[in-house]
């Protein structure tokens, strides 16, 4: 549970919030970096928190970032590898020029990033991503074995690496070692989640992703408090019900969740694209809008986290991209508009 702030009142004039407890965060993340140097910043709480953790994590051994925002990218201090991960559009990778290195997924890529570097007249690095396992569905332009074919006819370019997010077999890392020798790469890595790792080769690069929040089941806690305005639309004799401004487009699952409104328990019963409904066994003071929770809440009676997915927890945070975000370091708190 995050530490409560003295006085926190969330803007009305967004319909949800996240409140990010900084220690805990940070907790969970140096907790992996001497095993992961590298993090995924996509989720979109993390690129607005970033200037305020960044000098932290580099204290604590973070040696890079990957994200599918270049503009992102480019705020991040150059003294961090900087992976533009799949995800951008296609004339985006120009910004490689800039020192970002962008993960490349088919041949027609190569070739772009080619035309680049000639054009500026300096070599660029790559990441290449490998879907499928060599040898399977490897022809064809986005297959890895015409790419590593091809690699050594085009100029200017040169691969340091795969991109993976599965686990690859022993056989396969073998395989990937040889293109790697083959095309005389200047380095020899495999970035790969830090989840996929069960084996220790001298070439991953794991890079941390869901481990920020908390959810990998090594003790940490979550550290986001996720809360919602809900209004008061219709009551019975024992209950209320409550509608609030978010839905299935938001990324509340469908099906049962556990939610809180006013510090009470509240179940949905009416999951919409943009809206859902949820019944309050009891009567609250009212009528106005009231403070519910997804995650978090009062300390006395936080909403027990247990009876969410985690792969739930991850898409709701993921669809959080246009909320306030309140950055908590013990009882200072900073508001971070969208």
């Given at each position: 549970m995050m530490k409560q702030a003295d006085e926190f009142f969330a803007t009305r004039g967004y319909p949800c919030w996240l409140r990010v407890d900084y220690d805990t965060l940070l907790s969970n993340i140096a907790v992996h970096i001497a095993t992961a140097p590298l993090i995924d910043a996509s989720l979109p709480f993390l690129q607005k928190i970033w200037p305020h953790l960044e000098d932290d994590l580099i204290r604590n051994g973070l040696a890079g970032v990957l994200s599918s925002s270049p503009t992102f990218l480019l705020g991040v201090s150059p003294s961090l590898q900087r992976i533009l991960r799949p995800g951008y559009r296609p004339a985006e990778t120009g910004y490689a020029r800039e020192g970002l290195l962008p993960v490349l997924g088919s041949f027609a890529d190569c070739l772009n990033l080619s035309n680049m570097a000639q054009i500026h007249d300096r070599r660029l690095p790559f990441l290449l991503r490998a879907r499928a396992r060599s040898g399977e569905f490897g022809a064809g332009d986005w297959g890895l074995d015409t790419i590593c074919?091809?690699?050594?006819?085009?100029p200017m370019i040169d691969i340091t690496g795969f991109f993976l997010l599965r686990q690859p077999e022993s056989s396969e890392v073998f395989t990937l070692r040889r293109h790697l020798r083959r095309l005389e790469s200047p380095q020899s890595h495999l970035v790969v989640p830090l989840s996929l790792i069960n084996r220790d080769y001298a070439e991953y690069r794991p890079f941390i992703s869901t481990e920020v929040l908390g959810l990998d089941g090594g003790g940490s806690c979550f550290p986001i408090e996720t809360g919602f305005w809900a209004f008061p639309v219709r009551s019975g004799h024992d209950y209320q019900l409550y509608q609030v401004?978010?839905?299935?487009?938001?990324?509340?699952?469908?099906?049962?969740?556990?939610a809180q409104i006013g510090g009470?328990?509240?179940r949905p019963v009416n999951l919409q694209p943009g809206f859902c409904?949820?019944?309050v066994d009891s009567h609250l003071p009212g009528p106005f809008p009231v403070a519910g929770y997804l995650?978090?809440?009062?300390?006395?009676?936080?909403?027990?986290l247990r009876?969410?997915?985690p792969s739930e927890l991850l898409n709701l945070i993921g669809h959080m991209q246009h909320c306030p975000v309140y950055l908590q370091a013990g009882n200072r708190l900073a508001e971070l508009l969208p």
């Amino acid at each position: 549970m995050m530490k409560q702030a003295d006085e926190f009142f969330a803007t009305r004039g967004y319909p949800c919030w996240l409140r990010v407890d900084y220690d805990t965060l940070l907790s969970n993340i140096a907790v992996h970096i001497a095993t992961a140097p590298l993090i995924d910043a996509s989720l979109p709480f993390l690129q607005k928190i970033w200037p305020h953790l960044e000098d932290d994590l580099i204290r604590n051994g973070l040696a890079g970032v990957l994200s599918s925002s270049p503009t992102f990218l480019l705020g991040v201090s150059p003294s961090l590898q900087r992976i533009l991960r799949p995800g951008y559009r296609p004339a985006e990778t120009g910004y490689a020029r800039e020192g970002l290195l962008p993960v490349l997924g088919s041949f027609a890529d190569c070739l772009n990033l080619s035309n680049m570097a000639q054009i500026h007249d300096r070599r660029l690095p790559f990441l290449l991503r490998a879907r499928a396992r060599s040898g399977e569905f490897g022809a064809g332009d986005w297959g890895l074995d015409t790419i590593c074919e091809q690699l050594t006819n085009i100029p200017m370019i040169d691969i340091t690496g795969f991109f993976l997010l599965r686990q690859p077999e022993s056989s396969e890392v073998f395989t990937l070692r040889r293109h790697l020798r083959r095309l005389e790469s200047p380095q020899s890595h495999l970035v790969v989640p830090l989840s996929l790792i069960n084996r220790d080769y001298a070439e991953y690069r794991p890079f941390i992703s869901t481990e920020v929040l908390g959810l990998d089941g090594g003790g940490s806690c979550f550290p986001i408090e996720t809360g919602f305005w809900a209004f008061p639309v219709r009551s019975g004799h024992d209950y209320q019900l409550y509608q609030v401004d978010l839905g299935a487009m938001h990324g509340l699952p469908a099906r049962e969740f556990p939610a809180q409104i006013g510090g009470c328990p509240a179940r949905p019963v009416n999951l919409q694209p943009g809206f859902c409904e949820f019944i309050v066994d009891s009567h609250l003071p009212g009528p106005f809008p009231v403070a519910g929770y997804l995650t978090g809440g009062p300390a006395h009676a936080p909403v027990d986290l247990r009876a969410w997915q985690p792969s739930e927890l991850l898409n709701l945070i993921g669809h959080m991209q246009h909320c306030p975000v309140y950055l908590q370091a013990g009882n200072r708190l900073a508001e971070l508009l969208p």
